[in-house]
């Protein structure tokens, strides 16, 4: 007999009804017809059985294991919703203060010294009287200025945070530079300028941010590393010319000229010297301590009339709502994503496993021999 | 019966394409017998599963869509579904019970009337998987595409399978007529 491919083939022309060809293939038709013509009918107790189906008492119930998927699946997706309004709500307060950490470089908690200022990055730096040690390897002195604009409810919230964030200022060993609180009736404004340690600053801006909602910030760092170090390197120099200048004088060897000169020289020099130490002094307040102002609003009187009903009002409600919908949506596809395809590996896994099985119980001539069912 | 019809009448959902499910069964209840009785060599456990092929057809009913397949495919595929359940339950109790498949006691009833004992003799040499596509294509004339669909597998599969079934058929027939002959 041919190869099974080529019979294949030809075996569909044969079923059809195609005329035979060789003895084999009249055979062939000669099996299908007596396959065919074999009686083979469901016996009566089969009839009866499948006549007297009827509904159970149950039928209109769902199955207990489509509940528990309905409410798994409900359970997850709430929990993820939830999840990402979470996440999502909290996340102005989170760039407000990965920004500050990213100017300031550090969160490590330092304290300072209320007379010996120092500079976050450049290690301490001694005031006048003491000798300036080099500023650290890691980090450089920097000027900071931050602003940050929260959203509070009313002109009571105005007020309450305006005193929380003077508390914490002060908690924090920071000053309040300036503070400016102006309501009228619902409405408020407030505006606080402070001046907080440049090591509690991450402190700061965390516990600031939670008195109301973020509605903007901007961060603003100037460079003072060259600077100091330059004052720095000027008031060494002027040291070690006076240094110099007395030596001279002390010396007894210059004439009245020369003297007068050399002592005219001197002053100078101490006159330049205090100014260098002054302006080290400014650079170094600058740098210990950053200057954060904090502005308060509540909610233009407008806007609240408008979202609150009309047609404009539905739409941006209902944009709104599509907007954190899509967010929440991107979220979800973004987290289970992974774990979907997790799920269809294992799921493609689980049915090639099956169909071996299957193949196998097949193989067998009298799979299901062994027991009858009552 | 006409309470199931009724019942069935009540999903409104492709309802107008859906037969009543009495019919259905009436109709094709003698197939699916068949399809059994060859798939499980066995005519009584084909009796048990085409009964329960039937009840879980009529709980399942208002799933089925027409549009998809016709009636006939649709059926097989469920008692194909619950023979291979059987099946696997039957080799886990085997394992537990830890008896081989030689051990299996032979079955004596015949798989159909008028069959010669060459041919039915033969017919229980092929394995379940050999005689499921011999029943669906020879005996119940499905189509290629059809009986593809029942067995989850391609329709150039399925010809490749019942090829080889015959083959081996007629060649265990020929060997069953020489030893007749010698005998």
């Known amino acids: ?374 | 019966m006409d309470v199931v019809n009724a019942l069935a009448e009540t999903w409104p959902r492709r309802a107008a394409l859906r037969r009543p499910f009495a019919d259905v069964a009436r109709e094709h209840l003698d197939d699916v017998y068949r399809y059994l009785v060859f798939l499980t060599a066995d005519p009584v456990l084909a009796e048990d599963l085409a009964g329960e092929t039937f009840e879980k057809a009529f709980r399942s009913w208002k799933r089925f869509d027409p549009r998809r397949g016709s009636e006939r495919t649709w059926l097989c595929r469920l008692a194909r579904s619950k023979a291979l359940d059987h099946f696997r339950s039957e080799a886990r109790r085997r394992r537990r019970e830890d008896r081989s498949a030689s051990e299996a006691p032979p079955v004596d009833e015949p798989l159909a009337d008028g069959l010669s004992p060459e041919l039915e003799a033969a017919l229980r040499s092929l394995s379940a998987g050999e005689r499921e596509v011999v029943v669906l294509r020879i005996v119940l004339e499905f189509d290629a595409l059809a009986a593809a669909r029942v067995l989850g597998i391609s329709r150039t599969a399925c010809s490749m399978r019942l090829a080889r079934a015959l083959q081996k058929l007629e060649e265990m027939l020929e060997e069953r007529m020489e030893a007749h002959v010698v005998a």
């Open chain 1, 1 to 374: 007999m041919s190869s099974p491919e080529l019979v294949a083939s030809r075996l569909e022309e044969l079923l059809a009804g195609a005329f035979p060809e060789t003895e084999g293939e009249a055979r062939l038709q000669g099996l299908a017809r007596e396959l065919r013509g074999a009686s083979m009918a469901a016996p009566a107790s089969l009839r009866q059985r499948v006549e007297e189906i009827k509904p159970s008492p149950r039928a209109h119930t769902p199955s207990r294991r489509r509940l528990v998927a309905v409410l798994a699946t409900s359970v997850l997706l709430i929990g993820a919703t939830f999840a990402a309004r979470t996440y999502f709500s909290g996340s102005d307060q989170r760039v407000v203060r990965a920004q500050a950490q990213l100017v300031y470089g550090s969160s490590v908690d330092r304290s300072l010294a209320p007379y010996r200022p120092q500079t976050q990055n450049s290690g301490s730096v001694a005031g006048e009287g003491f000798a300036s040690p080099a500023p650290a390897a890691t980090g450089r002195a920097r000027d900071i200025d931050m602003w940050v604009d929260l959203r509070v409810q009313d002109a009571d919230g105005i007020s309450a945070a305006s005193q929380d964030a003077v508390r914490i200022t002060r908690e924090l060993g920071g000053v309040v530079t300036s503070s400016t609180v102006d309501t009228q009736g619902n409405q408020g404004r407030a505006q606080l300028t402070l001046r907080i340690p440049v090591g509690k600053l991450d402190d700061a801006v965390f516990r600031l941010t939670q008195l109301g909602t973020v509605t903007a910030q901007r961060t603003n760092t100037q460079d003072l590393q060259g600077p100091l170090d330059r004052t720095t390197d000027r008031i060494a120099h002027l040291r070690s010319q006076i240094r110099i200048e007395l030596a001279r004088l002390a010396g007894g060897q210059l004439d009245a000229a020369q003297e007068l000169h050399a002592r005219i020289h001197l002053e100078n020099l101490r006159r330049n010297l205090r100014e260098a130490k002054a302006d080290r002094r400014a650079l170094v307040s600058r740098t210990s301590m950053a200057d954060l102002t904090l502005r308060l609003a509540t909610p233009a009187p407008g806007a609240a009339d408008k979202s609150e009903g009309g047609i404009a009002g539905a739409v941006g409600k209902a944009g709104d709502f599509l907007r954190g919908a899509g967010a929440v949506a991107v979220f979800l596809a973004l987290v289970l994503s992974p774990l979907l395809a997790l799920a269809a590996i294992a799921w493609a896994l689980l049915r090639v496993r099956s169909r071996r099985i299957e193949a196998r119980l097949l193989d067998d001539p009298q799979p299901g021999a062994h027991t009858r069912s009552s």
